[in-house]
């Protein structure tokens, strides 16, 4: 019963390449967020939705966008991956305390 | 410029001693604080959460104190057990959008 799930787990890809992230949540949480760790186990909130409407949108490249098809998904979507992407990307959704996903580690090369 | 700061990057204590972790925080006006628990490889867990009204929060062998004149919250561990090691993150709540903005993490290890 996962509450909150990501796929995929590991994503290896060239610099250039355009990659998707997806998530759901069985929580029935109206909100949700896009957060990236690096290298330096730094947590960062990239992007929240509330009933699929941006509600935040932190200082991101614009080649990072979301996108909430229902309240139970959001997908993060990356063009022209670039070496500093390379991260840990965690999904999370939230009522009043946050539930994470089992992040997404991706490798650019 | 806004901060948060947890006390140091890496804690040492010896099993059945009591693990103290520090969060300071500057130009913010949490709604409240939570602290999270993340292990190797996984994604943070919940663990406390502190309103701006309240002193001091339990649960188990967990404690957590918030003051917010010295913007500061205690995380405490009694009784520590090897299975306590991991990184430790405090989360402040601001905004109506209800942000966390996290530390930069404790990592806690507990020898036997």
């Known amino acids: 019963d996962t509450a909150v799930s990501q796929t995929p787990k590991y994503l290896v890809t060239q610099m250039g390449n355009d990659k998707s992230i997806k998530c759901e949540q069985n929580l029935g949480h109206d909100t949700m967020y896009w957060y990236k760790q690096d290298s330096k186990k730094f947590l960062k909130i990239m992007f929240s939705y509330n009933n699929k409407e941006l509600i935040i949108n932190e200082t991101v490249p614009n080649r990072f966008s979301p996108k909430s098809p229902d309240k139970a998904h959001l997908n993060l979507h990356i063009n022209s991956l670039e070496l500093g992407d390379s991260a840990v990307y965690f999904c999370a959704s939230s009522r009043e305390t946050q539930y994470f996903g089992p992040g997404t580690r991706l490798l650019v090369l | 410029s806004q901060k948060i700061e947890q006390n140091s990057e890496a804690l040492n204590i010896q099993e059945g001693k009591t693990a103290t972790l520090t969060c300071n925080y500057t130009?913010?006006?949490?709604?409240?604080l939570q602290w999270y628990r993340q292990d190797p490889g996984r994604g943070p867990v919940f663990l406390l959460l502190?309103?701006?009204?309240?002193k001091e929060k339990r649960k188990e062998r967990l404690k957590v104190t918030f003051d917010t004149t010295l913007k500061q919250s205690l995380f405490h561990i009694t009784a520590s057990q090897p299975a306590d090691s991991a990184t430790y993150l405090c989360a402040l709540v601001t905004g109506s959008a209800r942000q966390l903005t996290f530390g930069s993490g404790t990592q806690l290890t507990v020898l036997p």
């Open positions: 502190i309103r701006e009204n309240e």
């Open positions: 130009n913010y006006s949490p709604a409240y």
